[in-house]
């Protein structure tokens, strides 16, 4: 599985990729094994002048915790630039064995832009993914591992990922959505890993970045939208209360008349 990889890195760079991203988890190494295989990678980055974004799954044998789920970007001189560590396990089985990082979005000035970069569930946390567009990312590397009943909907909340921090996205599906958008929205290429054929994804992608409302203010026009729905619907039921007093009916005096009849 690891010369699978790295022969197709090795071969995407060659047909002139800059940038090769690998899925969440797909590549497996036990902790013992991390070092060598990261001078593979970092020797293959170097030689071909490429970015490498590993979707990494590293198994610490005999722990309570034994996986590490983290994405590894290596430069074109080979100098491993990002090891990010998955912050948002999955409810369940994931959580139950994954080490959960806790160091936030990293945004790495290089010579071809800021790259940032987080795995899968993390991206459905708006207010998480808002790091990236406060720190002007001006492309954005997300691998992903999802599932068949989910594909659709998940790469679409992906999209709104981009158009809320205006930054380019490269998501890498190992089951699922393999898509490059831009800052916008506009998908540029999109690959189905459970369609037939090679799900290998190739797309052009404008580097930059696009400031956005979003970025800048997060949530807070979703929360004034609230306050100002609350506030209507208080002033509404006082409203209703004052006109229901005024309006209230008073009882009509009651007169008795009382006539003899007549003998």
């Known amino acids: 599985m690891h010369d699978w990889f790295l022969d197709g890195s090795r071969r ?11 899925p969440e988890q797909n590549l497996l ?83 071809d832009g800021r790259i940032g970069g987080a795995i899968c569930f993390d991206a459905d946390f708006p207010s998480y993914i808002r790091q990236a567009g406060l720190g002007a990312t001006e492309l954005f590397v997300l691998p992903v591992n999802e599932w068949r009943s989910i594909k659709d909907i998940h790469f679409q909340m992906h999209v709104f990922r981009a158009i809320e921090n205006g930054m380019p996205i490269v998501r890498a599906a190992a089951i699922g959505m393999s898509a490059a958008v831009d800052p916008w929205g506009r998908v540029l290429g999109v690959a189905d890993h459970l369609a037939p054929g090679d799900s290998t994804l190739v797309a052009q992608v404008p580097i930059g970045h696009v400031p956005t409302l979003y970025a800048r203010v997060g949530d807070l026009f979703a929360w004034l939208c609230v306050a100002a729905l609350v506030s209507i619907l208080g002033l509404s039921v006082l ?25």
């Open 12 to 22: 995407e760079a060659r047909a002139g990729a800059r940038l090769v991203v690998w």
């Open 29 to 111: 190494v036990f902790k013992s094994d991390e070092p060598a295989f990261l001078e593979q990678a970092t020797r293959l980055a170097a030689e071909e002048h490429v970015y490498l974004a590993m979707g990494m799954g590293t198994s610490y044998l005999g722990e309570r915790l034994p996986l590490e789920n983290k994405l590894v970007l290596i430069d074109p001189t080979g100098r491993i630039a990002m090891s990010y560590v998955k912050e948002h396990p999955v409810m369940g089985w994931e959580a139950s064995i994954m080490r959960v990082g806790h160091g936030g979005i990293q945004v790495l000035p290089t010579a």
């Open 239 to 263: 409203a209703s209360s004052g006109r229901l007093a005024r309006v209230r009916p008073v009882a009509p005096a009651v007169t008795g008349i009382s006539r003899e009849a007549p003998f």
